[in-house]
Nanobody, 124 residues
């Protein structure tokens, strides 16, 4: 079993920055790719970024490319999402998730463990 707990969400003005953290506990973390998804108040769940098991982020949604950076610290079993130049449309609940396998995918069905999420609100 893997438990994922996100933190770092909050309210920020447009143009500001936030850093989300995801602490993982349980038997397996190292060796698995991790990812971030988000779901806005009127949108479907959306892929944000995927971080490979060795800490190199491989895939970003076009909407966040150049503004968001995914990373991880395997020694601390923690995943991060640095969000810069935030926009009101980034307002969403952000979820930390674990990949089922090494097939790089944006589909939510390819991720088996999900955190409870942390709210990010960007005001204009």
């Amino acid at each position: 079993q893997v438990q994922l707990r996100e933190s770092g969400g909050g309210v920020v003005q447009a143009g500001g920055s936030l850093r989300l953290s995801c602490a993982a506990s349980g038997r397996t973390f190292r060796g698995y790719d991790m990812a971030w998804f988000r779901q806005g108040p009127r949108t479907e769940r959306e892929f944000v970024t995927r971080i490979t098991w060795d800490g190199i982020a491989t895939l970003y949604a076009d909407s966040v490319k150049g503004r968001f950076t995914g990373s991880r610290d395997n020694a601390k079993t923690t995943v991060y999402l640095q969000m810069n130049s935030l926009k009101p449309e980034d307002t969403a609940v952000y979820y930390c998730v674990r990949a089922r396998n090494n097939i790089v995918s944006k589909a939510s069905t390819e991720y088996d463990y999900w955190g409870q999420g942390t709210q990010v609100t960007v005001s204009s």
